[in-house]
């Protein structure tokens, strides 16, 4: 079956950095897109950044420079690295298969915050 698994989030004071990944196993990693989605307290849950199959990279206009996805389909793993983080970028971050169909992880917490 159909599994994301992310790690790397944490607590990080403002102007760090960290380095998101999410596992995906149960289907053929190279064909799909992938996307980084989060959702912070209280709030809707946003698109990040989405990677297509071919490598074009799309984000977010409040990430936009400061956000970076890839991919490594040898290793079935997205990345998101995430540079000179701000307390507003606290949230859950999430990995989804495509923009499409129900297949999340089951996110990772991301804390900036001094």
């Known amino acids: 079956q159909v599994q994301l698994v992310e790690s790397g989030g944490g607590l990080v004071q403002p102007g760090g950095s960290l380095r998101l990944s999410c596992a995906a196993s149960g289907y053929i990693f190279s064909v799909f897109d992938m996307a980084w989605y989060r959702q912070a307290p209280g709030k809707q849950r946003e698109l990040v950044a989405i990677?297509?199959?071919?490598?074009?990279?799309s984000y977010a206009d409040s990430v936009k420079g400061r956000f970076t996805i890839s991919r490594d389909n040898a290793k079935n793993t997205v990345y998101l690295q995430t540079d000179s983080l701000k307390p507003e970028d606290t949230a859950v971050y999430y990995c989804r298969r495509s923009l499409y169909g129900n297949y999340w992880g089951q996110g990772t917490q991301v804390t900036v915050s001094s």
């Open positions: 990677i297509t199959r071919g490598g074009s990279t």
